[in-house]
């Protein structure tokens, strides 16, 4: 089984930064994709990011310019640094992974952590 454990969450104002992090544990051979999604009450879970093994990104066009993902591949940890937060922020984050274990190499699944809440104050 692999476990994903988010950390970073908080409360700030509009304007100040937070960093995200999440680390995957567990039968790992390999971590496809990594990502950031959020969701806020009565909305649905929305992609905020998302890397490659190799290195390529996806941004969603809310975040673009204020927001940076970044891997370290051989510790299986994602990052969001996010800056310029604003009150739109607001959500709980999860953190993403599609995985290859060691006991399923002819696949990649899906795996989610447990959510984090950000919260920007105006």
């Known amino acids: 089984q692999v476990q994903l454990v988010e950390t970073g969450g908080g409360l700030v104002q509009a304007g100040e930064s937070l960093e995200l992090s999440c680390a995957a544990s567990?039968?790992?051979?390999?971590?496809?994709?990594m990502g950031w999604y959020r969701q806020v009450p009565g909305k649905k879970r929305e992609l905020v990011a998302l890397i490659l093994e190799d290195g390529n990104t996806n941004y969603a066009d809310s975040v673009k310019g204020r927001f940076t993902i970044f891997r370290h591949n051989a510790k299986n940890t994602v990052f969001l640094q996010m800056n310029s937060l604003k009150p739109e922020d607001t959500a709980v984050y999860y953190c993403n992974a599609w995985v290859i274990t060691t006991n399923t190499m002819d696949r990649a699944d899906v795996y989610w952590g447990q959510g984090t809440q950000v919260t920007v104050s105006f």
């Open positions: 567990g039968s790992i051979f390999s971590i496809n994709v």
